[in-house]
Each structure stands twice: as structure tokens, then as C-alpha cells.
């Protein structure tokens, strides 16, 4: 059964860094992309950034270039997201998925970015 757990997730001021990361199990995690998702209030999931099999990112949502690392570690069957100057807008519950995927997903994780 596809399994996944996101941790990380807190209360930030505008500016500041979080380092989210995704525990998976379920089906052979070093064979797929992966991705993160986010979900603001009162929208729709939105891609966040994707990385490939084999560790190199595959794409980033324009409005977190620069400011946002995807990596992974196939070795612990985990996915990282690197999150610097954090803003306001990035507020949101992050999932992460097989790239393309749906669900099921996980419980997520909140990131709040407010002062």
C-alpha cells in the first residue's frame, strides 16, 4: 500500500527556511520521479517542484525558483524540499506524490509563512 508521511511543516516569518521531508513506502521509490505539491486556502493543489529518478530536478514552479530545492535519497526512501526567503504566498499544506500522480496522498504537512 502507497504510504506517505510529510514532516517539516511549521510557523515562519516572511524570509525565513524550512526543510520539509517525505518518508514513502509502498512501491520502489528509487524507480519513479517525485514531486511536491501545495494546497493554499480555498485553492487547488499546485505542482511546487519535481525531480527525477535519479536525483536531478525535473522542474520547479516559477513562482519558487531560486528560492526552493528539490533533492532526494533513495538510499531512506525520502524526499526533500529546501525552502529559503519564504513569503506569505507560500503558505500552504505541502504533500508529496509520484510525479503526475493522484491519490492517495497524505496528511501533509502546514507551512505558515506570516510575521
Known amino acids: 500500500q502507497v504510504h506517505f508521511v510529510e514532516s517539516g511543516g511549521g510557523l515562519v516569518q516572511p524570509g525565513g527556511s524550512l526543510r520539509l521531508s517525505c518518508a514513502v513506502s509502498?512501491?520502489?521509490?528509487?524507480?519513479?520521479?517525485m514531486s511536491w505539491y501545495r494546497q493554499a486556502p480555498g485553492k487547488e493543489r499546485e505542482l511546487v517542484a519535481s525531480?527525477?529518478?535519479?536525483?536531478?530536478?525535473?522542474k520547479y514552479a516559477d513562482s519558487v525558483k531560486d528560492r526552493f530545492t528539490i533533492s532526494r535519497d533513495n538510499a531512506r526512501n525520502t524526499v526533500y524540499l529546501q525552502m529559503y526567503n519564504l513569503k506569505p504566498d507560500d503558505t500552504g499544506v505541502y504533500y508529496c506524490?509520484?510525479?503526475?500522480?493522484?491519490?492517495?496522498w497524505g496528511q501533509g504537512t502546514q507551512v505558515t509563512v506570516s510575521s
Open positions: 525531480i527525477f529518478s535519479y536525483g536531478d530536478p525535473l
Open positions: 506524490n509520484q510525479y503526475g500522480a493522484g491519490p492517495p
Open positions: 509502498g512501491f520502489t521509490f528509487s524507480a519513479y520521479a
